[in-house]
């Protein structure tokens, strides 16, 4: 290891000491110390980490070529070291309601966060499953963390048992991989792929496990059993981060693996991939339709995006325009999702459940601000201008036409329509409805306020002015394109 | 047959073989050992105290949690070995590193410390 290596993972050096200062301030300091010093130590180092990183940068590799930094790492680096801010900023208030150890919670965000900048970094199939099982083994735990919430027990087991099948899976596929390439690294693999060395069976059962083992990351229908229960049962601010940081890192995986390594293998597994893109989409929005919870509404919406992100990786023949639409909407529904989730955090229920729709009646006229907030986070998630959900399908649409999926994009249409009613159900509870007598109580949330406040600005801001997140992420497609 | 298949034919005998014997053995102890069941006899062995409670009691697991340290500094010392061996070699830049990662898990121990984790009670 020399100076030079070191200096290429500074940002994931950076967040991993913040995390274990945080563990260290956490165990010196007291309790009203804490409240107010945690966070904010959490978000300097999140933010000295995205400044200590380059923004536009050549291809480089370290550590003898396990590990990459190029334009595609920049821009994933930036958009977890943002979801973490935003994790953070939304929680305090709720975990100090619930009892949940805060100091405990910020630090498991964080090394998260590092599994996630791992996989954005990978170069190698070895680095990506250590990234994963980084990003992955701290979300379980977050999905427990309220020890004596049943529910949160059984979101933080089941996401367990089947996150380490998924990793086992996921793992055996990449044994494949190196028992036919001969190595590791996806260059080396691409350049197996390219002599046209894997066409037989044995290349087939390598990207079967493989697919299936990235689906169940990135929650695609059918692997996604684990999403609701798991999204339902942890604790909001644990699922908002949840819902958005490993599905982000998931897709950096696939477009790495899929698109980097295997972009040349003469099967077409963009034709598996369609297909599980419109399935995902349809059987995530048919059953958000009927539910009577908003948080779980919102985890079957998580798996109805999926289905929109895994069209643009279908599309990928498109070339980088394909690339660069899956990272703007994975920027989108990262700001948008959790965003959504965040506002539940608003309403004091028992346990870590969320609200139901009548829970929700009248919600404008007690929490006007949170109210707006929410509704724009859902008319983003619908997809209608002008917020940054409309631009990320509009982005995603045109390299699936231009790959000639046309049946695809028709999907997407009509999928886009379908989850417009459950989406502005929850607007009309909100704004039409009068507030129950039972209302429930509402949290005092400030800081949550704020953080929404500007996710929400940035929604409508980029919404409008789209140009210059999107010149970026062709900028980091560009990896991608031969 | 390649050499590589025929060592796997051979552990395939021996499992054969291996199972053979047990299934013979027992079975033949079936046929012709006399079978005269009491209550003593059928009891749960518990190393000849008399057997107390269900097998499914709950039982206190404070200890976990020092099995959980010990697996973690196992662990480490897995890594200390070679860089042990390797100590000259390896230089100062070796010696940082291992600091390092050593420090991460102090920084661990520290704080499950301060949490009252250790607490025996």
């Given at each position: 290891m020399s100076l030079d290596d070191l200096n290429t993972v500074l940002p994931e050096v950076v967040v991993t000491a913040t995390a274990c200062l945080v563990l260290l301030a956490d165990a010196i300091l007291d309790r009203k110390l804490a409240r107010f010093w945690l966070p904010l130590l959490v978000v300097l180092g999140l933010i000295s980490a995205i400044f200590s990183g380059p923004i536009t940068v050549a291809s480089h590799t370290a550590f003898g070529g396990f590990v990459v930094v190029d334009t595609f790492t920049a821009f994933f680096r930036v958009l977890f070291c943002i979801l973490a801010i935003f994790a953070t900023i939304v929680a305090p208030e709720y975990l100090e309601r619930r009892a949940i150890p805060a100091g405990a919670f910020y630090a498991t965000i964080l090394f998260s966060t590092v599994g996630a900048m791992t996989i954005a970094l990978a170069t190698d199939l070895i680095t990506i499953f250590v990234g994963l099982e980084l990003m992955t083994i701290p979300i379980y735990v977050l999905a427990g963390m309220a020890r004596r919430d049943r529910y949160s027990n059984e979101a933080g087991l089941k996401y367990f048992l089947l996150g380490a099948f998924s990793s086992a899976m996921l793992l055996y596929g990449f044994a494949w991989l190196y028992g036919l390439s001969g190595t590791t690294t996806f260059v080396g693999i691409a350049e197996a792929v390219a002599k046209g060395g894997l066409t037989d069976g044995a290349t087939l059962v390598a990207l079967a496990l493989v697919t299936v083992g990235l689906a169940f990351k990135a929650a695609v229908v059918p692997f996604h059993q684990w999403t609701p229960d798991a999204y339902d049962g942890a604790p909001t601010p644990a699922t908002a981060f949840m819902s958005v940081a490993p599905k982000a890192a998931a897709f950096a995986a696939i477009l790495r693996i899929m698109?980097?390594?295997?972009?040349?293998?003469?099967?077409?597994?963009s034709a598996v991939f369609a297909i599980l893109a419109a399935i995902t989409m349809t059987g995530g929005n048919v059953v958000a339709l009927v539910q009577g919870n908003v948080k779980r509404m919102l985890a079957y919406s998580s798996i109805a995006h999926t289905g929109y992100i895994l069209a643009g990786v279908a599309a990928y023949q498109a070339g980088a325009s394909a690339s660069a639409a899956v990272l703007f909407y994975v920027f989108a529904y990262g700001i948008m999702n959790l965003g959504a989730f965040a506002c539940l955090i608003y309403l004091d229920l028992d346990g870590t459940r969320g609200a139901s729709l009548d829970e929700l009646n009248g919600f404008a006229r007690r929490q006007p601000a949170g109210a707006l907030a929410f509704a724009v986070f859902l008319i983003s998630l619908t997809g209608i201008p002008p917020t940054i959900g409309f631009v990320a399908k509009v982005f995603i649409l045109q390299p699936v036409l231009d790959a000639g999926l046309v049946w695809l994009a028709v999907a997407i249409a009509l999928n886009a329509a379908l989850a417009a009613f459950y989406y502005l159900r929850v607007v009309v509870h909100m704004y039409m409805y009068d507030v129950d007598a039972n209302a429930p109580r509402l949290l005092r949330t400030d800081l949550l306020s704020a953080g929404l406040g500007i996710a929400g600005l940035a929604v409508v801001v980029i919404g409008i002015v789209p140009d210059g997140l999107y010149r970026w992420a062709l900028q980091a497609a560009a990896p991608f394109v031969r | 047959m390649p050499d590589y298949n025929l060592s796997y034919f051979y552990v395939f005998a021996f499992f054969l073989v291996g199972a053979g014997f047990v299934t013979g053995l027992l079975g033949l102890s079936r046929f012709i050992a006399p079978r005269k069941p009491s209550i003593e006899k059928s009891r749960t062995y518990e190393s000849g105290e008399e057997p107390v409670g269900q097998a499914w009691g709950r039982y206190p697991s404070h200890f976990y949690i020092f099995a959980l340290l010990f697996v973690v500094f196992d662990v480490e010392v897995i890594f200390l070995f070679p860089w042990a061996v390797l100590f000259r070699s390896l230089g100062w830049s070796g010696l940082i590193e291992m600091a390092v990662f050593i420090l991460i898990l102090v920084v661990g121990l520290f704080y499950a410390w301060r949490k009252q984790v250790l607490r025996w009670y």
């Open positions: 698109i980097g390594s295997l972009g040349p293998l003469g099967l077409d597994w | -």
